[in-house]
């Protein structure tokens, strides 16, 4: 994941937990990291699924490959239960799984 940061060596990571999955464990949890104007960009949520090697930040869209509706609403689905997870993923949650099981 860290070579998807603009500044990974400014990484602060929080709230990380493991779950269990269909495909095995992941990891979420929040990343904050500065930007290419030296600013930290706020937390935003990830997603590392261990068996997929698969790392996806929430915020990237499409200049992430690894950001799809797949990654999306697994993130939803594993990482936002309880509370837990980027707020501003889970006001999305709903329409990201939907799409992603049709």
């Known amino acids: 994941m860290m070579r998807k940061l603009t500044d990974p060596e400014s990484a602060r990571f929080d709230e990380m937990f493991k779950v269990a999955t269909d495909n095995g464990e992941a990891i ?7 930007n290419r104007m030296g600013g930290y960009t706020g937390n935003t949520g990830f997603i590392f699924e261990k068996a997929l090697n698969r790392a996806t930040l929430m915020f990237s869209g499409a200049s992430d490959p690894d950001y799809t509706g797949q990654a999306a609403a697994a993130y939803c689905a594993y990482c936002t239960d309880a509370g837990r997870g980027d707020r501003n993923i889970a006001d999305f949650c709903s329409s990201l799984i939907k799409s992603y099981r049709r």
């Open 28 to 34: 979420c949890g929040l990343v904050n990291s500065k």
